[in-house]
């Protein structure tokens, strides 16, 4: 549905079309600028950058005009709506003047596909063009890859944007073909393999000290729509790991699917899975810091992750025989499989040994979860086991999985009279 709009029309309409995109932190950005307080005007967003302050950046579509029918997306060609575009000249003047009052550090930008993939990226690069040439515009700038654009386009819009990203949606080719027609699988993970080297000459650039004429200095992401097809959740971490390994994404993202209009080609989803959508980013960041496999969070026999209990726990009940742990001797390879154990307090706690024992006093100093960690570690060679039952251990996971979390370890040997019982400990 066509109508005229005037810039506020746009804003309302385009900013609201953008929630569904979640890939965009904003890693890249240089320095901090103090906001301004009071209400954020439309389209502006909180993000989080990689040393966990909170920016703000305008998030908005070009347009949600789309000649492509994605069944999991609300602005297909086939739902009817509002539709209406900016012109490059229109983002890059808005983000001036909110970047200029300091309500925005930066600019998010998406887009439907408008005529052509080629079409729709050559407004986005001129959006960004104009931001940097005409506005000498020194905040952050993410462009979303339009998919079947030409690669001279995103060598060109690398020079421009500190961050790019091109969205798979889908684990496997099979289900987007038949959610995306549109789209090719192939294409899109070339695409990939194109960002992943200019992220690296990127690197490379920042490397040598050539600071905003490095090229995309804050790499590529992608983000997959969880419960919009049957894949299960070994589909989607695997593949998210290949990704991180063949291409060298920054960040996977993961987005519950929003139902919001009826299609037969979708499963029946009343509502966004958001906690498998939570489990995901946990397990994510499990095999992003943490040294995990997807195959050893999920195998073919168990395919989804356990929506009750975290994934590092539930792989901690799942194999007693690693445990337990000695915090005065074990590496970091082995403090990092433990729960309430962070990378971070791993760390300190290969520093802290190396002038005296720890001790189970020191743990929480050392930024341990001692209540998470205590049955799966020993100190000097000593548990503390005291008082500890299953009255506590429910405390520890969430309410309602006693049963679970005692079914899970029946036959381990880890029960005794009510208490918990790892190997190695008497």
Wanted: contains cysteine.
């Amino acid at each position: 549905m066509e109508r005229s709009f005037d810039l506020g029309d746009k804003l309302k309409v385009l900013a609201a079309a953008a929630r569904y995109d979640v890939a965009c932190a904003a890693t890249g950005l240089r320095g901090c600028r103090k906001r301004r307080w009071g209400s954020p005007p439309l389209g502006v967003c909180h993000v989080w950058a990689e040393d966990g302050r909170t920016v703000s950046l305008l998030k908005v579509l070009l347009t949600n005009r789309c000649v492509n029918d994605c069944a999991y997306c609300a602005h297909r060609s086939s739902v009817d709506g509002p539709r209406t575009a900016f012109s490059p000249e229109e983002i890059a003047r808005l983000t001036w003047e909110l970047f200029h009052r300091n309500y925005v550090e930066g600019l998010f930008l998406s887009s439907g596909v408008w005529k052509s993939p080629d079409h729709t990226m050559e407004l986005m690069i001129r959006a960004a063009e104009l931001l940097r040439e005409r506005y000498s515009f020194t905040g952050y700038i993410h462009l979303k890859v339009i998919p079947g654009c030409d690669p001279s386009l995103v060598r060109l819009a690398a020079h421009y944007a500190d961050r790019l990203s091109v969205n798979l949606e889908l684990p496997k080719e099979d289900s987007l073909s038949r959610l995306a027609p549109q789209k090719d699988f192939q294409e899109i993970l070339s695409i990939m393999s194109l960002l992943g080297e200019l992220a690296r000459d990127g690197k490379e650039a920042e490397r040598k000290g050539l600071g905003r004429n490095a090229v995309m200095p804050g790499g590529h992401t992608t983000q997959l729509v969880v419960g919009a097809s049957s894949d299960d959740d070994v589909s989607i971490l695997s593949t998210a790991q290949r990704l991180y390994e063949e291409f060298k994404l920054r960040r996977v993202y993961y987005s519950a699917f929003i139902p919001v209009a009826e299609d037969p080609r979708i499963p029946g989803v009343r509502t966004p899975p958001l906690q498998r959508e939570h489990r995901l980013y946990q397990a994510d960041w499990l095999i992003r810091f943490y040294g995990f496999r997807a195959e050893d969070l999920l195998d073919p026999s168990r395919r989804y992750l356990d929506p009750d209990v975290d994934p590092k726990l539930d792989w901690a009940l799942r194999h007693p025989d690693f445990f337990p742990v000695d915090v005065n001797k074990d590496g970091r390879e082995r403090l990092l499989r433990v729960p309430g154990i962070g990378f971070v307090s791993a760390g300190r706690i290969i520093k802290a040994r190396k002038s005296r024992a720890i001790r189970w006093e020191d743990l929480p100093r050392l930024g341990v979860v001692t209540k998470r960690a205590r049955p799966f570690i020993t100190c000097a060679g000593k548990p503390d086991f005291e008082g500890l039952d299953f009255s506590v251990l429910s405390e520890w996971w969430m309410e309602g999985a006693r049963e679970r979390v005692l079914g899970g370890l029946v036959g381990t040997g880890a029960l005794d009279g009510g208490q918990l019982r790892l190997p190695g400990f008497s």
